[in-house]
């Protein structure tokens, strides 16, 4: 229920620092971040088409909308029970000036990033990187859950037909949004839907044999973590790669998170839902896929990206920040 009620406030607040400063701090004019000619969505238009797009100016606004609302919503996946709610709302709050909107410009607004040639097709370092480095700071800052501190086994849910069930509408709203991200409806969304669900079943296949391998038999919630690194490690490149290299996508993600997250429980750092080793290491991990899977017809422009010029200075932003 905190959870919850975590997630609805931010749904409205979120939306509210959008219209007001968000969107223009993201996509105004700027190197860092963006000036105020948004400022209250004013000159956002109703019958005009963004730039180099088809979709009016409050289409693409209001889209974006939803990665700025979903991404400071991953890290209460990390904090769970362990922040108090005026803390938190000041939190994230904060967080999305100081941290989402600056990198969001940086990559999607046309800022310092993007001109250097870093990409990211639906949030790879905008949406799952930043939240996942800021959610592990998060969780050593505060330490464990009382009940694991006390020693008590909290590994399982108390509701796993519940986790599937949430799993199951991840997986096919999350076509929305990477396959949104082409910002039309064309090959490229297509393309984008395909390599994202090739990804995330290649994900539960290489996490349920590592699981059967190491303890005797697949289990049910962790096949529900491996779809979702799939799907994570995968949105950054979707628009780019061939379906073929999504299912190389996918097995990177069945392995790679998984060690992530036995390592974070290894050193008993008390990340609930796994975002760190989910959203932190697949994000970074799949864009800088791009620079080695990333094919001619599927990219933007000729030059090859460069994934790696902005996930070193991020990892270490996020944490002096936090």
Not at 125 to 145: E, F, K, N, Q
Not at 169 to 179: D, E, S, V
Not at 269 to 281: F, M, P, T
């Amino acid at each position: 229920v905190d959870m919850m009620l975590q997630n609805f406030v931010a749904l409205g607040v979120i939306s509210l620092l959008w219209y007001s400063v968000g969107f223009s701090m993201c996509f105004g004019d700027g190197l860092v971040v963006g000036d105020m000619k948004f400022f209250m969505f004013n000159d956002v238009r109703k019958h005009e088409p963004w730039p180099l797009l088809k979709i009016s100016e409050e289409v693409f606004a209001i889209f974006q909308m939803m990665f700025a609302i979903i991404t400071p919503i991953l890290m209460t996946g990390t904090f769970a029970d362990r922040m108090r709610f005026a803390p938190f709302l000041l939190f994230i709050i904060l967080w999305s000036i100081l941290v989402y909107f600056p990198w969001c410009h940086m990559i999607w607004g046309g800022g310092y990033f993007q001109i250097l040639g870093v990409w990211d097709f639906a949030g790879g370092i905008v949406v799952h990187t930043t939240a996942g480095w800021s959610a592990l700071a998060t969780a050593i800052a505060l330490g464990p859950r009382k009940v694991k501190a006390n020693g008590q086994d909290i590994a399982e849910p108390h509701n796993v037909p519940v986790v599937v069930i949430g799993t199951g509408i991840l997986w096919f709203g999350w076509f929305g949004f990477n396959g949104g991200s082409a910002l039309g409806v064309n090959e490229t969304a297509v393309t984008a839907v395909t390599n994202s669900h090739l990804s995330a079943a290649m994900a539960v296949c290489v996490w349920s044999i590592i699981d059967y391998l190491k303890e005797g038999k697949p289990k049910l919630v962790p096949q529900c973590i491996a779809c979702v690194a799939g799907l994570v490690v995968v949105t950054p490149s979707c628009g780019y790669i061939q379906p073929h290299e999504a299912i190389v996508v996918g097995l990177v993600a069945g392995t790679v998170c998984y060690g992530a997250v036995w390592f974070l429980n290894k050193i008993k750092v008390d990340d609930a839902l796994d975002v760190w080793g989910v959203h932190g290491v697949g994000g970074a991990v799949g864009t800088l896929l791009i620079a080695v899977l990333a094919d001619g017809p599927e990219c933007i422009g000729d030059s090859p990206p460069e994934p790696l010029a902005g996930k070193c200075s991020l990892a270490l932003f996020e944490f002096v920040l936090e």
